[in-house]
C-alpha cells in the first residue's frame, strides 16, 4: 500500500515485420503527454526496452536504436511465411 502507479500512453508505428518471425519489427514510439518524444526499435526486445525505459525514466531522454526522424520508407512486403 502507498506504492503511487503511473500510466502512460503511447503511440507505436511498426513499419516493417517479418512475417516469419514476429520478433523482427521497426518502427517508432511517440509518448502521448505532449513532449514529441519520440524513439525508433528494431526488434521486439528493443521495443520493450524503449517502453520500459521511457516509462522509468520519463520522456526527457531519447532511447531506442536510433533518433526518429519518421520511418525509412519502403512498403509492407505480404509474402508467405514458407518454412522448412
Known amino acids: 500500500m502507498g506504492e503511487k502507479v503511473m500510466f502512460n500512453s503511447f503511440i507505436i508505428r511498426v513499419y516493417r515485420a517479418d512475417p516469419c518471425d514476429y520478433r523482427k519489427v521497426v ?7 505532449g513532449s514529441g518524444v519520440r524513439a525508433t526499435f528494431d526488434g521486439i526486445e528493443d521495443l520493450a526496452e524503449t517502453i520500459s525505459n521511457l516509462t522509468v525514466n520519463g520522456p526527457a531522454v531519447h532511447v531506442g536504436g536510433r533518433k526518429s526522424g519518421g520511418h525509412s520508407g519502403g512498403g509492407a512486403s505480404r509474402r508467405p511465411c514458407s518454412k522448412p
Not at 518502427?27 to 503527454?33: I, R
Open 27 to 33: 518502427g517508432l514510439v511517440e509518448t502521448m503527454d
